[in-house]
C-alpha cells in the first residue's frame, strides 16, 4: 500500500507558475500509473494529467494541454505537476493519486487505488 503526499500548492497570480510535488512512500513507486486530479468548489473531481509507470507516456485533460506539464523520478519516488500560464479556473485542490499494476493510464477516478490529502491552488485574476 502506498501513502501520498502532495505540496507546493499556494497563491499565484494568473499567468504565473507553480510546480506541485507527489511524495509516495509504502509501495514499489513505479509499479503504479500515477495521475493527477483536481476539485474546484461546487464540482466534480477531474483528471488532469496522468503518467505511466515508466514515465514514457503522459495525458493531459484538453483544459491543461501545452500549459501543464507531468513528470516522475522513479529513484526519488515523485511525481510532478509543472503549472504554467495559470488561469483563475485552474483554482482548485489538486490530488495525486495511484493505479497500482496498470498497464495504461486512466482518466477515470474509480480506476485509482490511492490518493493523497490534496493541495490548495488559487490563481488570482
Known amino acids: 500500500q502506498v501513502q501520498l503526499v502532495e505540496s507546493g500548492g499556494g497563491l499565484v497570480q494568473a499567468g504565473g507558475s507553480l510546480r506541485l510535488s507527489c511524495a509516495a512512500s509504502?509501495?514499489?513507486?513505479?509499479?503504479?500509473?500515477m495521475g493527477w486530479f483536481r476539485q474546484a468548489p461546487g464540482k466534480e473531481r477531474e483528471f488532469v494529467a496522468g503518467?505511466?509507470?515508466?514515465?514514457?507516456?503522459?495525458y493531459y485533460a484538453d483544459s491543461v494541454k501545452g500549459r501543464f506539464t507531468i513528470s516522475r523520478d522513479n529513484a526519488k519516488n515523485t511525481l510532478y505537476l509543472q503549472m504554467n500560464s495559470l488561469k483563475p479556473e485552474d483554482t482548485a485542490v489538486y490530488y495525486c493519486?495511484?493505479?497500482?499494476?496498470?498497464?495504461?493510464?486512466?482518466?477515470?477516478?474509480?480506476?485509482?487505488?490511492?490518493w493523497g490529502q490534496g493541495t490548495q491552488v488559487t490563481v488570482s485574476s
Open positions: 509504502g509501495g514499489t513507486f513505479n509499479g503504479y500509473v
Open positions: 503518467i505511466s509507470r515508466s514515465g514514457g507516456s503522459t
Open positions: 493519486a495511484a493505479d497500482y499494476a496498470a498497464n495504461f493510464v486512466s482518466a477515470t477516478r474509480r480506476a485509482y487505488d490511492y
